[in-house]
């Protein structure tokens, strides 16, 4: 089964504005920070029980991407729950540095509790920091590698986080941005809306969070295309970018190398 919860997780701006986000019109990042703020304690048992646990697997997926090693200094931006930072900080070891960013307090919040539960010398490498994807709070060039899950379809402006992560990665450095497919093919179109309707929004109803979620149907039908992602990068100033369809072309995955 495919995962269609992701769709929320996120990095905006700072303040929330007066919320419109409960008539799932969600465009402006003050609101969609409230949304994020306010589906955080339930996000991670939503994220296994609407992908079947899938969501580990594109995860990791995404992380063997950047190509991170041991020592690197990395980021995971949209980092909400942290799951890919955790994955991050496996890879770059003890002695390295992982940031996760996020826009949304109650997400991080969440994240340095899952942090504090567990121990391994790893996790102690990790920082979390409230921060906009389209204005990261760090140097020029500083990481060596970046992931983003779930993140760009919901960041408003899609062109100006491209080129942020530009900016921050190293040259020769990877991105790594896993989100939802937005496929040209009308079945696979199809077959995610249908999802939405008759799996996740039921779902979600049961916790109290069913227009929360249908605001994820939306997002996917104004997302890029895997072409046009691939595009936006190169624009970005990024010399390698190639989009990679996953979970039967429901998920994608683009690779980007300064």
């Not at 296994?48 to 991170?68: C, E, F, N, P, Y």
């Not at 390295?96 to 996790?123: H, M, P, T």
Request: aromatic share 10%; proline share 3%.
């Amino acid at each position: 089964m495919a995962s269609l919860q992701f769709g929320l997780s996120s990095s905006f701006a700072s303040l929330p504005t007066a919320s419109c986000f409960r008539r799932v019109s969600v465009r402006c990042s003050g609101d969609r920070q409230v949304l994020f703020n306010r589906i955080a304690p339930v996000y991670d048992n939503l994220n296994d029980l609407l992908s079947l646990g899938q969501h580990r697997v594109w995860k990791r997926m995404a992380i063997s991407w950047t190509g991170a090693k041991e020592k690197d200094t990395v980021l995971d931006i949209c980092c909400g729950s942290g799951d890919l930072t955790f994955l991050l900080s496996e890879k770059v070891g003890p002695t390295g540095k992982v940031i996760g960013v996020d826009f949304s307090k109650e997400q991080l919040n969440v994240a340095s509790s899952r942090q504090n539960s567990r121990w391994r010398a790893c996790y102690e490498s990790i920082e979390f920091v409230e921060g906009d994807a389209t204005d990261l709070p760090f140097s020029n060039c500083q990481f060596d590698a970046i992931t983003m899950g779930y993140g760009l379809r919901n960041v408003v402006d899609k062109k100006k986080a491209m080129q942020e992560m530009f900016r921050v990665l190293k040259p020769g450095g990877k991105a790594s941005i896993l989100d939802f497919n937005k496929s040209t093919k009308p079945f696979v179109a199809s077959f995610q809306e249908w999802m939405i309707d008759n799996v996740v929004v039921p779902v979600a109803t049961g916790y109290g969070l069913a227009e929360e979620y249908e605001y994820l149907k939306n997002s996917i039908r104004e997302f890029l295309t895997g072409k046009e992602l691939e595009e936006l990068a190169v624009q970005a100033g990024f010399s390698m970018a190639s989009h990679y369809e996953i979970s039967g072309g429901l998920m994608g995955n683009l690779v980007v190398t300064r």
